[in-house]
T-cell receptor, first 114, second 113 residues
Framework: AQSVTQLDSQVPVFEEAPVELRCNYS??????LFWYVQYPNQGLQLLLK??????LVKGINGFEAEFNKSQTSFHLRKPSVHISDTAEYFC????????????FGQGTELSVKP | EAQVTQNPRYLITVTGKKLTVTCSQN?????MSWYRQDPGLGLRQIYY???????DKGDVPEGYKVSRKEKRNFPLILESPSPNQTSLYFC????????????FGPGTRLTVL
């Protein structure tokens, strides 16, 4: 069965520093990967997704992620974070064998400090 | 405005008292889903529906029921809530079921005493 692992539960960083949030997945078939963000007291919204093609995916708010098939990873990066990026970030995966189930990682809490 | 709405946003209830959390989307999406979010566990799917009258179990369906009588609505029913169902619940919808973006409601925080 497919699984998604987010390697860090909490990531504290200072404003304007770069950040990387790590995500690994397991899948024996073609996989589609997503990053969602949850701001405090809100629902989730899509940051970016990888379906096929270029392995570097650009999303909203200056975030990008790289699909690495050999390392089964889909890490999220931002070169310079803002206070407003403070949120919980979820990596998720899906494939046609899962019957409609989007599998989420445990989440990473990004805390940006001034 | 395209959106997914959930009601109520907050609910405190007692063990055994039946409740329904409503979910509605105005985007004509085929696929709808319910998740629960618990600290350290991420989001886990409860039930999903690929179309009207078509529903199936997710990873944690025990203690929950759903129905999809109309395309826009997908209520979540707890027939006899228990304290272990205290959680944050999200409804989501998408056009398709694998590669399409899921749009989430604002969440319903449920406490069962």
């Amino acid at each position: 069965a497919q699984s998604v692992t987010q390697l860090d539960s909490q990531v504290p960083v200072f404003e304007e520093a770069p950040v990387e949030l790590r995500c690994n997945y397991s899948s024996s078939v073609s996989v589609y990967l997503f990053w969602y963000v949850q701001y405090p007291n809100q629902g989730l919204q899509l940051l970016l997704k990888y379906l096929s093609g270029s392995t570097l995916v650009k999303g909203i708010n200056g975030f990008e992620a790289e699909f690495n098939k050999s390392q089964t990873s889909f890490h999220l990066r931002k070169p310079s974070v803002h206070i407003s990026d403070t949120a919980e970030y979820f990596c998720a995966a899906n494939n046609y064998n899962q019957g409609g189930k989007l599998i989420f990682g445990q989440g990473t809490e990004l805390s940006v400090k001034p | 405005e395209a959106q997914v709405t959930q009601n109520p946003r907050y609910l405190i209830t007692v063990t055994g008292k039946k409740l329904t959390v409503t979910c509605s989307q105005n985007m004509n999406h085929e696929y709808m889903s319910w998740y629960r979010q618990d600290p350290g566990l991420g989001l886990r799917q409860i039930y999903y529906s690929m179309n009207v009258e078509v529903t199936d179990k997710g990873d944690v369906p025990e203690g929950y029921k759903v129905s999809r009588k109309e395309k826009r609505n997908f209520p979540l029913i707890l027939e006899s809530p228990s304290p272990n169902q205290t959680s944050l619940y999200f409804c989501a919808s998408s056009l398709g079921w694998v590669t399409d973006t899921q749009y989430f409601g604002p969440g319903t925080r449920l406490t069962v005493l």
